[in-house]
């Protein structure tokens, strides 16, 4: 039973690490449809562990007594999702951080002020699109 929640994680995950790359890249994570919400909907695209149990349970069309049994998996599975998914964010500003250092000495006060407001846009997005 482990497996499966953990193998049905992993898929998500993969998901969840597309998305975010796409997202990253400056797509909106809706690009093949609009979603069940449309355009205008939640504007949250990870809703945390009971989304993931939502998936897991409506992918495998689990009954209630393979729900009950299934729920500590996606519970302890779920929590370690999150972690990783801070710690890459925190990754990836650090790394960003680095670069905007690093082209620093390249741009005029202009380039650095768009760069300064495209980072901050960003960040706005990430924390909406995190829960």
């Known amino acids: 039973m482990w497996v499966l929640v953990a193998s049905i994680a992993v898929v998500l995950l993969a998901g969840a690490v597309t998305a975010g790359y796409h997202f990253g ?38 009954d209630s007594l393979q729900k009950k049994k299934m729920q500590p998996g996606i519970e302890h599975t779920s929590k370690s999702l999150e972690a990783l998914q801070q710690e890459y964010l925190n990754k990836q500003k650090q790394v960003l951080d680095s670069l905007s250092q690093e082209l620093k000495p390249f741009l005029t006060d202009a380039q650095r002020k768009q760069l300064a407001e495209w980072r901050e846009r960003g ?9």
């Open 25 to 62: 890249k400056g797509h909106s994570g809706r690009h093949h449809h609009e979603g069940r919400h449309g355009r205008h909907g939640s504007g949250r695209h990870h809703k945390g562990k009971g989304d993931l149990a939502h998936r897991i349970y409506h992918v495998t069309e689990a």
């Open 123 to 131: 960040a706005k997005e990430k924390s909406g699109y995190k829960r």
